[in-house]
């Protein structure tokens, strides 16, 4: 079995404990520790497939989405919620975190740190989380992104980088949203 299929495994087993984000953040740990046993078994990405990078996802059920991606560098991507816990895992390069809140009044949504996550890190994000991401430097990003429930489908948001107001989700506009990052 794959690591990655033997990482599905594990975390369809633990979608529904009560304390799956730690869990799945434990085994996300153990499966970036072996960074070209995924590599070997990850569908192949092309990093500049589009302005956001490629994606593919490994699994998807009611409760649980498993995906690999490869962050292309220099290109600032638009904040974006899940609507549910997201733990991310790094395998190749960093993932440089911008987080927002929600606030009452527009913007919809303000700057509120940043985390930047190199491989063999991970980091876990709850369900109102907001962040926007770019990979670090000018190397590509690889990471394994794990959700606790049906991405694909769930109703979210996407911010418009100048207004930072609300819009459903639509992978398109994503597209058009991502911007060369700022020297
Ligand atoms: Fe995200």
New binding site residues.
Partial sequence: MSVLDDFVGQCRALAHSPTAENEIAAATRDLITAPDAIKACAPSLNPTASSGGDEATIFEDDTLTVMVLATPPGIDQPP???EMS?I?GIYGGGEVHRFYRRVESEPAIVASGGKTIRAGETLT?GPTAI?A?AAEGDEVCYAV?TYLGRLSTVERSLFNPDTLLPEPMDLARYEQYCRPLAP
């Fill in positions: 974006h919620d899940h997201a991310i994000m962040h991401i992104h």
